[in-house]
T-cell receptor, first 112, second 113 residues
């Protein structure tokens, strides 16, 4: 079956612009996660959705970052007024069972 | 498997050898651990998991060992193949969280033919 998909796969933006990153989870998965991976680093937890609710937003680095999920499916991560330090790979994962998170291929964001 | 600054620990092995990748986890309250494999340009892929009530679990060509006394996790890969070349991450469920995973920095495994 189809896995987690993310779009775009690559995004280059100018400093100060807003960007939207999209995640399509595996159908039927109620939990959705966003992570950020900087070059040569592990994954940094950003936010977790259970259904359309986000019980844990503790990983969002600043108020420039927000995320929403609609219909218990697609999620969008928005970064406003992008900064160079926002450059990273943004990974989305979804799960049905506890912990078994399936990852998408990521969106590579470059802020120039 | 400890990371130093921004440099990934690396492990280079010959094809057919066994590989051991180590990880020190941080939270003694964590009770679930996972190993992920990440190939270049792809998202992490689940390999094997273990709960804290076990100290060893085996999969196909892989074995995970857990030592809770010293908070140490290892991944053993038998008969390593070139396709095993990737970055390997350990993850823990952040102090017993039922959803949140904390990832280590990763180890780069290179398999030489």
């Amino acid at each position: 079956g189809a896995g987690v998909s993310q779009s775009p796969s690559n995004k280059v933006t100018e400093k100060g612009k807003d960007v939207e990153l999209r995640c399509d989870p595996i159908s039927g998965h109620t939990a959705l996660y966003w992570y950020r991976q900087s070059l040569g680093q592990g994954l940094e937890f950003l936010i977790y959705f259970q259904g359309n609710s986000a019980p844990d937003k503790s990983g969002l680095p600043s108020d420039r970052f927000s995320a929403e999920r609609t219909g218990g499916s697609v999620s969008t991560l928005t970064i406003q007024r992008t900064q160079q330090e926002d450059s990273a790979v943004y990974l989305c994962a979804s799960s049905e069972a506890l912990y078994e998170q399936y990852f998408g291929p990521g969106t590579r964001l470059t802020v120039t | 498997g400890e990371s130093v600054g921004l440099h990934l620990p690396t492990l280079s092995v010959q094809e057919g050898d066994n590989s051991i990748i180590n990880c020190a986890y941080s939270n003694s309250a964590s009770d679930y651990f996972i190993w992920y494999k990440q190939e270049s340009g792809k998202g992490p892929q689940f390999i094997i998991d273990i709960r804290s009530n076990m100290d060893k679990r085996q999969g196909q060509r892989v074995t995970v060992l857990l030592n809770k006394t010293v908070k140490h996790l290892s991944l053993q890969i038998a008969a390593t193949q070139p396709g095993d070349s990737a970055v390997y991450f350990c993850a823990e469920n952040s102090g017993g969280s039922n959803y949140k995973l904390t990832f280590g920095k990763g180890t780069l495994l290179t398999v030489n033919p």
